[in-house]
């Protein structure tokens, strides 16, 4: 309820040579390290931003054209809940893939999010139709998903079964490039690294175990934390059945700029970016306060389950900045509602359980079967154990009502007392306690 007022088939070879005479293309040697300049050349068609720059110096650094020649390589991208400049991260790896003659398909990397529209998706059929790549978006329910191992977690006591279930796109490579974005993660401690791969191509039966609550359970499956993580173990472990694994890993800073970019072997480039990410995502703060607003814009706004992000974060982040018993504020739009991929509505359900059902599943009170997209509400519900919750800017949602969080129109009918602050992008500066 409301409360208002006291408130994306290549061409032939002969033709790909022409086009790159016709771009200004060289010839190059083994390393792109040689020549930055030409790197720059070379990706002419991406967006001139700082993140382009720190792609292009990744690349010089660590582009083997000779590991990647006339072999096929699928590239596997997020999707937009992850803040990535497609023509700046992708027109350098694509023109390097272009000039070594590797045919090169584009993956978007969905997990069980909802497919791109034809209008989202027009920035990545640009880039891919520039390198003659191709594109495809991955259906974790589709009938030709391949199977390489049957459980990865068997050895391991307390792990669900995890099948190594993959797109074709995946499989069929002989060289796999994650491009991740690396920043804070409820689950895995931070996104991006093999989580490109082992959630975002992987099956239906995968990602909904990967999200079960075994792993919910653990104390360890928290947000910033990768080093004892079962999670983000997990999470190498169902990619190690795959060919040769490569990343391009950005710690994003604002939307045309990056900490940090790393491109090489696809663990080290994720270690080396984590890094980074643990010292720059982190706001450290001398008291508690009374409560938080979180104004989400951008893709995290487009539904509720990208959104609550926000309130997980802040609330179960190891020390959260907001006292116990106190308020977080979500702004969003939310124009989608809870959301419209499997995995959201997978939420909603759940949700309509109510905060105390889900918080009896989660300490195994009540037996239950799961699928992905439901491990957010059983995060939301642990938020709501720590402090209440209001939702402003949104319409209305009678899930939220179950999840006993109000929902008001604008920030000023909401009655906040005490001390507080706006923390104006709780996803790239989680506010805690020292």
């Known amino acids: 309820m409301r409360r208002r007022g006291p408130r994306r088939e290549r061409a032939p070879k002969a033709h790909r040579a022409d086009r790159r005479r016709r771009r200004g293309h060289e010839g190059r040697g083994e390393r792109a390290g040689r020549n930055r300049e030409t790197l720059g050349e070379k990706a002419s068609g991406g967006s001139v931003t700082p993140t382009n720059d720190a792609v292009i110096d990744a690349l010089a650094a660590g582009f083997q054209a ?37 045919q090169v398909t584009l993956v978007v990397a969905l997990g069980l999010h909802r497919p ?103 104390e360890r499956t928290a947000l910033g ?25 950005i710690v994003p800073d604002g939307a045309d700029a990056c900490h940090a970019a790393q491109f090489g072997p696809l663990f080290a480039a994720f270690q080396s970016c984590v890094e980074v990410a643990q010292d720059v995502f982190f706001e450290d703060v001398d008291e508690p306060f009374d409560w938080l607003h979180l104004p989400v814009e951008g893709p995290k706004a487009v539904n509720f389950y990208q959104a609550s992000r926000a309130v997980t974060y802040a609330a179960l982040v190891d ?59 059983y995060v939301l519900a642990r938020a709501l154990e ?30 906040a007392e005490g001390r507080g602050r706006v923390v104006e992008d709780v996803f790239h500066a989680v506010p805690r306690l020292k």
């Not at 020390?319 to 504020?329: S, T, W």
């Open 66 to 102: 000779a590991f990647f020649r006339g072999k096929k390589v699928t590239v596997a991208v997020p999707d937009l809940t992850r803040p990535l400049d497609y023509d700046a991260v992708l027109s350098p790896l694509l023109a390097l893939l272009d000039d070594a003659g590797a």
């Open 116 to 218: 791109l529209s034809r209008t989202e998706l027009l920035p990545l059929a640009e880039v891919a139709a520039r390198y003659d790549a191709r594109l495809v978006q991955h259906d974790a329910l589709a009938d030709d998903l391949v199977e390489l191992e049957a459980d990865v977690g068997a050895d391991h006591d307390g792990w669900p079964a995890l099948p190594a279930r993959y797109s074709p796109a995946i499989t069929n490579a002989d060289r796999i490039i994650c491009v991740g974005v690396v920043e804070p993660h409820q689950y895995a401690g931070f996104s991006g690294g093999a989580k490109t791969v082992s959630i975002g191509c992987a099956s239906h039966a995968t990602v909904s175990a990967m999200h079960g609550l075994e792993f919910l359970r653990d």
């Open 225 to 249: 934390n990768v080093e004892d993580n079962p999670f983000q173990q997990a999470l190498w472990e169902l990619s190690h059945p795959l060919g040769p694994k490569w990343g391009l890993m």
């Open 319 to 377: 020390r959260p900045a907001v006292r116990e018993g106190g308020l977080l504020i979500l702004e969003a739009a939310c124009p989608e509602g809870i959301g419209q991929g499997a995995g959201e509505q997978a939420c909603a359900e759940a949700m309509m359980r109510g905060q105390e059902a889900l918080m009896a599943e989660l300490r195994g009170e009540r037996e239950v079967q799961t699928r992905g997209g439901q491990q957010r509400a």
């Open 386 to 415: 720590w402090c209440d919750v209001a939702v402003v800017g949104a319409p209305e949602m009678p899930e939220l009502e179950a999840m006993g969080i109000a929902q008001y129109d604008s920030v000023d009918d909401v009655a």
